[in-house]
């Protein structure tokens, strides 16, 4: 939905532009993520996620085509939080047993 708003209006470049934002936004959130250890990760992780609406938000109001953009390195940052903080609680708060509940095939 946000190429057939975007690249009318201010081309494919511009649209790749913005989705590389996102890219970069993700690894800056990753990098932040690993450096930053909350008590309640999953809790750190959904606030995090409350800049998801920023993209959008920035397209629906015709803004600038930097704005967007901008927009998509915060929501990239907040994403690559999320998957940090997600899978650490996976891999620290559920068993193993319940992660792989069936075992290895015996293969002799």
Known sequence: MAAGVIVPEHGARSFGLIN?????GTVIGGLLA???????????????????????????????????AAA?????AGIGVWG???????QTQVPGEMLNPHPAPDRR
């Open 20 to 24: 590389a934002a996102l890219g970069a």
């Open 34 to 68: 690993i450096r930053y250890k909350p008590e309640r990760p999953l809790a750190a992780g959904a606030v995090a996620m409350l800049a998801y609406p920023l993209y959008p938000l920035g397209i629906v109001l015709g803004l600038p085509v930097w704005v967007p």
């Open 72 to 76: 998509q390195v915060v929501v990239g």
């Open 84 to 90: 940090v903080m997600w899978a650490t609680s996976v």
